[in-house]
Nanobody, 112 residues
Framework: QVQLVESGGDLVQPGGSLRLSCAAS????????VVWYRQAQGKQREWIAT???????TYATSVKGRFTISRDNAKSTVYLQMTNLKPDDTAVYYC??????YGQGTQVTVSS
């Protein structure tokens, strides 16, 4: 099973933008879906977006219109572009294939 590693988390001000990366340790089959989740401190893990193997994308209501998921199959990397960030977006962000394991995640903190 392919291992995915998240990166790009940072401290950003409200209204700011950030791009997270989800890179495969080897080759990521373009037909594989990749899912982004997040978990805020003290809360349950939350699904936020999916890059479907057929090229489609789906988003949670909480991020729709602000977050965009994309993938570069040549680089075996999936991206999560986040705009108009809010303090409620503060969380550890994870990516995985549906059958894969969670990695360490990357911390996003939205604060002034």
């Amino acid at each position: 099973q392919v291992q995915l590693v998240e990166s790009g988390g940072d401290l950003v001000q409200p209204g700011g933008s950030l791009r997270l990366s989800c890179a495969a340790s080897g080759s990521l089959n373009p037909t594989y879906s990749v899912v982004w989740y997040r978990q805020a401190q003290g809360k349950q893990r939350e699904w936020i977006a999916t890059s479907l193997g057929n090229g489609g994308t789906t988003y949670a209501t909480s991020v729709k219109g602000r977050f965009t998921i994309s993938r570069d199959n040549a680089k075996s990397t999936v991206y999560l572009q986040m705009t108009n960030l809010k303090p409620d977006d503060t969380a550890v962000y994870y990516c995985k294939t549906p059958a894969g394991d969670y990695g360490q995640g990357t911390q996003v903190t939205v604060s002034s």
